[in-house]
T-cell receptor
């Protein structure tokens, strides 16, 4: 089955700095890679996703890059704000079964 | 759009009780729903795929007799934790997607299950 690894497990940045979270996956058949943000005790919320036919996607302060050859993808958040503080999960999917990374707790210090 | 509702949000019960959790897609039909388990400060672990009108498919290591899944309609899947014990205490969360293959999953609010 699919194995998704995510790093770092915790990330602390100063407000306004950039944050980068990286994930690797093992199943070359995976072709959809969403990123979710989860606040404590709440449901995960989709923030951005990328499909395997695309190398990069951007939505305002958030961008995701995908390297299919190396089987890794990354989340980039620029100009971080305190409200970006949460746990972020990457996932890899094939045929709608999602396998999640272990999560990154992002702390944005004001 | 694409709202998934999960009920109850919290359950506290005695060991040996069976607990049913409902997952509903409110504004779309879902032939497939997914059930996850999340331990504190850990990731979401896929437990099973709930298939409307047929048996659920379970991930390796998940006991199908312990976690009964029923997907009787296109908008409702239920997870029953049978004869629950303290080690079953966890956050259970479902997801569904209105689209076809490889579309974003929308999550319910989750159910925090505490077995005394």
């Amino acid at each position: 089955g699919e194995n998704v690894e995510q790093h770092p497990s915790t990330l602390s940045v100063q407000e306004g700095d950039s944050a980068v979270i990286k994930c690797t996956y093992s199943d070359s058949a995976s072709n959809y890679f969403p990123w979710y943000k989860q606040e404590l005790g709440k449901r995960p919320q989709l923030i951005i996703d990328i499909r395997s036919n695309v190398g990069e996607k951007k939505d305002q302060r958030i961008a995701v890059t995908l390297n299919k050859t190396a089987k890794h993808f990354s989340l980039h958040i620029t100009e971080t704000q305190p409200e970006d503080s949460a746990v972020y999960f990457c996932a890899a999917s094939n045929f709608n079964k999602f396998y999640f990374g272990s999560g990154t707790k992002l702390n944005v210090k004001p | 759009g694409a709202v998934v509702s999960q009920h109850p949000s919290r359950v506290i019960c005695k060991s040996g009780t069976s607990v049913k959790i409902e997952c509903r897609s409110l504004d779309f039909q879902a032939t497939t729903m997914f059930w996850y388990r999340q331990f504190p400060k850990k990731s979401l672990m896929l437990m099973a795929t709930s298939n409307e009108g047929s048996k659920a498919t379970y991930e390796q290591g998940v006991e199908k007799d312990k976690f009964l899944i029923n997907h009787a309609s296109l908008t409702l899947s239920t997870l029953t934790v049978t004869s629950a014990h303290p080690e079953d205490s966890s956050f259970y969360i479902c997801s569904a997607s209105p689209g076809g293959k490889n579309q974003p999953q929308h999550f319910g609010d989750g159910t925090r299950l505490s077995i005394l």
